[in-house]
């Protein structure tokens, strides 16, 4: 059988760019990638310095007494002996008013449960006493929980 | 863990309404579309149900069963409704494969899976996230993840120092998952936020590339991943992040004319943070100045976020003092004291220019300078440039009213603002830039 010379095939079209796209592109791909790794070194030393710095995960242990004993739907009053505007008083509330939510938890002593947290030990009977509060529990670690008087 | 499996339903929710109510379903199967339906489709979806979780909560507090059932009703209405569609034409993807595509196509998700490897070290070492994390959106989330009254106290007066008045897409959201899957495992907050990232980055990636072309998106995408104070965000469980994605969406959904869901994430904005209402109404009004037909269907994608944002500050959490409301108070004395000025002044040059930057604006004037910018692309750069000028100029202003000790506002909070807007500024670079394609030169081979 006779073969037939199919006709040849045009040859693909070849595409080509300046050498200063490739270059641009390139350059500005590997300094993204750099903005990568200077984000490694600087969330590196982030996590190096501030491994919960207010620790927040401590508190869920520390109050998981008050937890268990007053109930979820309460609004709690909040005593302690750390000065009002500072770091470790905005910590220290922010966290146990975190915690222990949706419990509500009010900067007065006003309230049927009280919650006691403390950086120092103390004579915390008689702090209640002076608040019109009776001491429920100490559950250790500077973590109380006081009643109102006449609060069953 | 399971807590952040019910990111899933979401997810889904937001991807399919972005499938049946835009054109996107017909840029598929291209690769930039899949990205983009899925950035803007996460963040609709993430919006969708936090807005839903809300109002009924608010309308019926002990019921998790209703938001729920109602939320895959709707995906499996809009499983069924794009199932039942007729097919659209596929476009065919005949884009001309420049020849860096597939290193910057491996390059995007190694600087991503990068980034996740870090951010897991700081998952671990602060789960709860940063200060404003665990003393503001993750204790709302707590109060209106409870299955009672208690949800109201997610904006009670009580938490005057925490701004009550902050409207409440994260947190509903997290909220969400935590009361699907009854514990308040931190695992939801962290994948929330992780999500937004990623959403911004699909977003960025897939929308630039589908505005100008493959190998610009898939740059854009690296940029993003490599900015080092917006990754700091992500962990920080911040709403700074999922606002970004919010503003970047909007931007590229109404540059590739898709104004119904630019308006959803605007809208969606305003119910994200205040600063979100603000962009909602810089948007609208660059809107009605640049794409005027469009303007309609904005409102109304914007409508359903935007009133519930509107309808909480007004109505629900009403009576707690806001931020501008305070600075209202001591306006005169501050716009006149020009020490003010050429404090925030020195503050936006020294975040702006900070050394985690640097990197970035070399690679923008790199790819600037081999590119060089196209006229004809103008109209989208100037939208793009004036919303966010815009919304940096009324940052600056604010700082300068700010009711706040004003040197502990800048050091607190600009960093977050910058990370907010940094997607748009280099969205208003890449809008202009000629494609690489744009310089091929196709010549025969003779044989």
Redesign the interface.
């Known amino acids: 059988m006779a073969r037939t010379k199919l006709p040849a095939r045009p040859a693909p079209p070849r595409t080509s760019y300046p050498a200063r796209v490739y270059a641009g592109l390139a350059l500005a791909a590997a300094l993204a990638l750099g903005g990568s790794a200077s984000f490694f070194e600087s969330e590196s030393l982030y996590q190096r310095q501030y491994r919960d710095p207010y620790l927040i995960a401590q508190q869920f242990p520390r109050l998981e007494g008050v937890r268990t004993a007053v109930p979820e739907s309460a609004v709690m009053g909040y005593l302690t002996d750390t000065s009002p505007g500072s770091t470790v008083f905005e910590a220290m509330y922010g966290s146990a008013r975190y915690v222990l939510a949706p419990r509500l938890v009010r900067l007065d002593t006003n309230a049927a449960w009280v919650l006691g947290n403390f950086t120092r030990p103390a004579d915390f009977a008689a702090l209640a006493r002076r608040n019109g509060l009776r001491l429920e529990r100490d559950f250790g670690n500077g973590v109380l929980l006081f009643r109102k008087e006449g609060t069953r | 863990m399971i807590a952040a499996l019910w990111l899933l339903p979401a997810l889904a929710l937001g991807c399919l309404m972005v499938l049946c109510f835009s054109g996107l379903r017909e840029r598929l199967p291209k690769p930039e579309a899949a990205l983009l339906l899925f950035g803007a489709g996460s963040a609709t979806g993430i919006g969708a149900a936090s807005c839903l979780f809300f109002v009924c909560r608010l309308l019926l507090p002990g019921s998790v069963l209703l938001p729920l059932l109602l939320e895959l009703a709707a995906v499996a209405a809009l499983g069924v409704l794009y199932v039942r569609r007729p097919r659209a034409t596929r476009a065919s993807d005949s884009t ?1 494969a ?3 595509n597939l ?2 196509a491996l ?1 995007l998700p190694a ?1 991503v899976l ?2 996740t490897c ?2 897991a ?2 998952w671990e ?4 996230g940063d ?1 404003d994390a ?2 503001i959106w ?2 709302r989330a ?2 209106l ?2 299955n ?4 109201r ?1 997610a904006w ?1 007066p ?1 938490l005057v ?2 701004h009550p008045e902050y409207p409440l897409l994260t947190s509903a959201f997290v909220a969400r998952c935590w009361a699907y899957c009854g514990s308040d495992d931190p695992a939801a907050p962290i994948a929330v936020s992780y999500v937004f990232l990623l959403a911004l980055v699909s977003a960025g990636a897939g929308g630039v590339g589908l505005l100008r072309s493959r ?1 610009l998106g898939l ?1 854009f995408g ?2 993003l ?4 104070v917006l ?2 965000a992500v962990p920080a469980q911040y709403a700074d992040v999922p606002l970004a994605c919010y503003f970047l969406a909007a931007l590229l959904l109404a540059l590739l004319e898709e104004p119904l869901f630019a308006g959803v994430c605007a809208g969606l904005a305003a119910w994200t943070k205040d600063e979100g209402s603000l962009f909602l109404l810089v948007f609208v009004a660059a809107s009605a100045v640049w794409r005027l037909r469009a303007l309609p269907r904005v409102l109304l994608g914007a409508a359903p976020g935007a009133v519930l944002a509107l309808s909480f500050k007004l109505l629900i959490a009403a009576g707690t003092p806001s931020l501008a409301g305070r600075a209202a108070g001591t306006l005169a004395p501050k716009l006149l004291a020009a020490s003010r000025y050429v404090q925030v002044l020195k503050a936006f040059a020294a975040s702006l220019l900070d ?2 930057f640097l ?2 604006y ?3 004037a ?2 600037a ?3 060089r910018f196209d006229q004809e692309r103008r109209r989208d750069a100037v939208l793009a440039v004036s919303v966010g000028g815009v919304m940096l100029a009324a940052y600056f202003s604010f700082y300068i009213v700010t009711p706040y000790d004003l040197a502990w506002h800048l050091a607190t909070s600009l960093n977050r603002l910058i990370v907010q807007l940094w997607p748009l500024l280099l969205l208003a670079v890449f809008a202009a830039l000629r494609t ?1 394609e744009s ?9």
């Open positions: 001309l420049f020849p860096l290193a910057l390059a600087a990068a980034a870090i951010m070290g700081t070492a602060n789960p709860h200060w665990w003393s993750n204790l707590r109060y993840a409870a009672s009254d208690a949800a106290r009670s009580d120092s925490t190998p740059l690296l940029l991943a490599g900015t080092p990754l700091h050394t985690s990197l970035l070399l690679a923008l790199v790819v300078a081999s590119l690489p310089y091929a030169v196709v010549t025969r081979k003779r044989k």
